[in-house]
């Protein structure tokens, strides 16, 4: 044989052998530390897979999943019929939903906030605007500067629907890029207030949350995730646009073993299983 198609023919041997599957992961921000560490450490023991993840929000997520640009969406609510709709109409399908985590979606406070609890009813005030001032939920005379998610996030959107009850947040409200500027600006300032998953929250302390003004103050633990006493819990989704085979399939499954899921509650987040 030619040396030189010998050669040629090493070569498209070697970059045959050494070919990878990428799996590519896009969408919540509450997820993305959680989505980086399953990549991580499933690329250590699959060094023949190469797994990205991107953040964005789940709304970004969800697009590019309708889009065809990512396998796997990551999303911190369920996706809606709408976004059902658009699936079907490109892939014939609904789409595969796969509840991987749970979440106490955290209220934050300052470190020096001498408020520990706050009612659904009081965040709902907070949010929509109808309390401003610390003294009316039994902090400081000092105005309360409201902090919370741009509007493409799941986050966003479950925190309105579930605490605002479908209202409008307050005008006044700082909406920030991702879960860990929220934390940021509330660990900054003594008269903040922000909310987000439970993993992030370093550097703040979190508000037991009341179901009623007579019920008890229950915070984000493992304990009250799992039983769902906790008012604010919640899953963490996983969508891909059908049935997932191969690879892909492979990987979720092993996101929801035991392994996988150890990866979660190392994160701070809490398992499934």
């Avoid at 990878?20 to 499933?42: F, H, L, P």
């Avoid at 965040?123 to 741009?150: F, Q």
């Amino acid at each position: 044989m030619n040396k030189a198609i010998l050669t040629g023919t090493l070569a498209m041997l070697t970059v045959a052998a050494v070919a990878k599957t990428t799996i590519t992961v896009k969408g919540s921000d509450t997820m993305v530390i959680m989505a980086q560490r399953w990549a991580e450490t499933y690329m250590t023991a699959h060094p023949d897979i190469t797994i990205q993840v991107t953040g964005g929000g789940s709304g970004t997520g969800i697009s590019a999943l309708i889009n065809g640009t990512t396998d796997i969406c990551d999303a911190s609510r369920p996706m809606k019929s709408s976004e059902r709709d658009n699936l079907k109409s490109r892939y014939s399908s609904l789409g595969v939903e796969i509840k991987s985590a749970k979440d106490g979606l955290s209220v934050y406070l300052n470190d020096q906030s001498p408020v520990d609890e706050l009612s659904l009813d009081q965040l709902k005030g907070i949010y929509t605007g109808e309390i401003k001032n610390w003294k009316d939920v039994g902090g400081p005379d000092a105005k309360i500067v409201v902090y919370g998610r741009e509007n493409n996030s799941g986050t966003y959107v479950f925190f309105r629907d579930n605490v605002l009850m479908g209202k409008d947040y307050t005008s006044t409200m700082q909406s920030l890029p991702g879960t860990a500027a929220v934390v940021n600006a509330v660990s900054k300032d003594k008269f903040g207030i922000g909310y987000g998953g439970a993993a992030y929250g370093k550097g703040i302390k979190f508000a037991k949350v009341k179901k009623d003004a007579g019920s008890p103050g229950i915070a984000p633990t493992p304990e009250t995730i799992k039983d769902g006493s906790y008012p604010l819990t919640r899953y963490l989704y996983m969508y891909t646009k059908s049935r997932p085979t191969g690879e892909l399939k492979a990987y979720i499954d092993w996101i929801l073993s035991a392994e996988g899921q150890a990866v979660v509650q190392a994160v701070g987040y809490f398992p499934v299983k």
